[in-house]
C-alpha cells in the first residue's frame, strides 16, 4: 500500500539517551516534514526537506537532528539536549509543486521520557 | 510570518445539525493555500478540504463546505447533517503557494457531536 510509514508507534527514553524515529514513504513525494505536538496543542515544525541531502529547520529544531540520504526516508533524532522530548511526533511529505500542493501526514509516533 | 488564530478551543454540536468552526490568518502573500484538517481520537491528521486563495469560488466535500473571505483573511469550516464520527479536534492550517513552503497551524477547535 502507498502511504507515511512512522516507526515505532510507541517509544521510550531513558533521561540523557538519543532515539531515533523512523519515517518512510513511498509516494515519491519530495518534500517531507516532521512535526511535533503536544496535549491540546496545534502542531510544531521541527525540521523540513525539499530534496535529497538539503534540510532546514523549523521553529523548534533545538534537540533535535535529521538526515535525508534517501528520497523516501527523512529519520528524526531526538537528542539528549531536548530538555522535553515526551510528545507525539508526525512526519508528513508533499509531491512537488507541479503535482500537488497538498500535505499529508503518517499515523505519528508518541515519545514517552522514563 | 503567517500566524492562523482559531478562537473556539471546543465546540458541540447535536447529531444531523450543522456547525461552523472559525479560522482567521495574518498573511502579506497573495498566493498561498488553506486547509482543514481532522485529527481524531487516533491521532492521524486527515485532510477535510483544501482552498486555493485565488479561486473565488468556495470548496466543498460532501456534508463540509467552507466560507473563504480573502479580503477579511477568514476560512470558516461549515459541517452539515453532523455525524458522530465527526467528532475530533479540527485544525486551521496555511501554506504559502512558492516552494519550501510548511503549514503553518491553528491551536484546533475540539468538536464533539453528541447524539
Known amino acids: 500500500d502507498g502511504g507515511i510509514t512512522q516507526s515505532p508507534k510507541y517509544l521510550f527514553r531513558k533521561e540523557g539517551q538519543n532515539v531515533t524515529l523512523s519515517c518512510e514513504q513511498n509516494l515519491n513525494h519530495d518534500a517531507m516534514y516532521w512535526y511535533r505536538q503536544d496535549p491540546g496543542q496545534g502542531l510544531r515544525l521541527i525540521y523540513y526537506?525539499?530534496?535529497?541531502?538539503?534540510?532546514q529547520k523549523g521553529d523548534i529544531a533545538e534537540g533535535y537532528s535529521v538526515s535525508r540520504e534517501k528520497k523516501e526516508s527523512f529519520p528524526l533524532t531526538v537528542t539528549s539536549a531536548q530538555k522535553n522530548p515526551t510528545a507525539f511526533y508526525l512526519c508528513?511529505?508533499?509531491?512537488?509543486?507541479?503535482?500537488?500542493?497538498?500535505?499529508?501526514f503518517g499515523e505519528g509516533s508518541w515519545l514517552t521520557v522514563v | 510570518a503567517q500566524t492562523v488564530t482559531q478562537s473556539q478551543p471546543e465546540m458541540s454540536v447535536q447529531e444531523a445539525e450543522t456547525v461552523t468552526l472559525s479560522c482567521t490568518y495574518d498573511t502579506s502573500e497573495s498566493n498561498y493555500y488553506l486547509f482543514w484538517y481532522k485529527q481524531p481520537p487516533s491521532r492521524q491528521m486527515i485532510l477535510v478540504i483544501r482552498?486555493?486563495?485565488?479561486?473565488?469560488q468556495n470548496a466543498t466535500e460532501n456534508r463540509f463546505s467552507v466560507n473563504f473571505q480573502k479580503a477579511a483573511k477568514s476560512f470558516s469550516l461549515k459541517i452539515s447533517d453532523s455525524q458522530l464520527g465527526d467528532t475530533a479536534m479540527y485544525f486551521c492550517?496555511?501554506?504559502?503557494?512558492?516552494?519550501?513552503?510548511?503549514?503553518?497551524f491553528g491551536e484546533g477547535t475540539q468538536l464533539t457531536v453528541n447524539p
Open positions: 482552498q486555493e486563495a485565488y479561486k473565488q
Open positions: 508528513a511529505s508533499r509531491p512537488d509543486r507541479a503535482t500537488g500542493n497538498t500535505i499529508y
Open positions: 526537506s525539499q530534496i535529497v541531502n538539503d534540510f
Open positions: 492550517a496555511f501554506m504559502k503557494g512558492t516552494s519550501g513552503s510548511r503549514l503553518t
